[in-house]
């Protein structure tokens, strides 16, 4: 059974400071990696989507990479700002074409300006 | 584009009552729609997938005849507690997809059974 993991739970910093989000995952055959954001109270947004070919993804301040064998994902965001606080998600699809997507518990991020 | 949206928001309902949630896609037809249930501070937990027009398929755990799923559309799908009781408590978000790999999420639905 696939379980992903994400570490910290919370993390605060200082506006500006460039900050790295772990994720963690036991099973390795999957078929993408999905990172997202949820506002408190509101739904997901999609923010960076890795096939499992490939490396790495960026978007413009957010870098997310994916090291499929070790099982483990980072999202790095870039001179951070108050408006990047929100609870970051991180989730993973199992190969084999099914679309369930395993998701982590998330870690909060709070920009402090 | 790609926008789903959940009606009703919010709703508090007495604790044996029915409620219903619907998940909509506004600007696409979802061949299949998922909807998921999230406890503080907990991720996300599948319940059930729903393919338009065919039965729902339910996770492990999770009573199919609390949690009453209709796709009856490609653009709706429903979800009715039944006889909920305060820890049904929770928030619900549906997603959809029209093209495998992306899925839409809508904004979700905070239920309070009291």
């Known amino acids: 059974k696939q379980e992903v993991t994400q570490i910290p739970a919370a993390l605060s910093v200082p506006e500006g400071e460039n900050l790295v989000l772990n994720c963690s995952f036991t099973?390795?055959?999957?078929?993408?990696l999905q990172w997202f954001r949820q506002d408190p109270g509101k739904g997901l947004t999609s923010l960076l989507l890795?096939?499992?070919?490939?490396r790495e993804q960026t978007s413009g301040r957010l870098n997310a990479s994916l090291d499929k064998s070790s099982g483990r994902s980072t999202l790095y965001i870039a001179a951070s700002q108050p408006g990047d606080s929100a609870t970051y998600l991180c989730?993973?699809?199992?190969?084999?074409?099914?679309?369930?997507?395993?998701f982590g518990k998330g870690t909060k991020l709070t920009v402090n300006p | 584009g790609a926008v789903v949206s959940q009606h009703p928001s919010w709703v508090i309902c007495k604790s044996g009552t029915s409620v219903k949630i619907e998940c909509r896609s506004l600007?696409?037809?979802?061949?299949?729609m998922f909807w998921y249930r999230q406890f503080p501070k907990q991720s996300l937990m599948l319940m059930a997938t729903?393919?338009?027009?065919?039965?729902?398929?339910?996770e492990q755990g999770v009573e199919k005849d609390k949690f009453l799923i209709n796709h009856a559309s490609l653009t709706l799908s429903t979800l009715t507690v039944t006889s909920a009781h305060p820890e049904d408590s929770s928030f619900y978000i549906c997603?959809?997809?029209?093209?495998?790999?992306?899925?839409?999420f809508g904004p979700g639905t905070r239920l309070t059974v009291t």
């Open positions: 890795i096939q499992s070919s490939q």
């Open positions: 997603s959809a997809t029209d093209l495998p790999p992306e899925q839409y």
């Open positions: 600007d696409f037809q979802a061949t299949t």
């Open positions: 729903s393919n338009e027009g065919s039965k729902a398929t339910y």
């Open positions: 989730a993973v699809r199992a190969q084999g074409g099914s679309e369930k997507l395993v």
């Open positions: 099973d390795s055959a999957i078929y993408n």
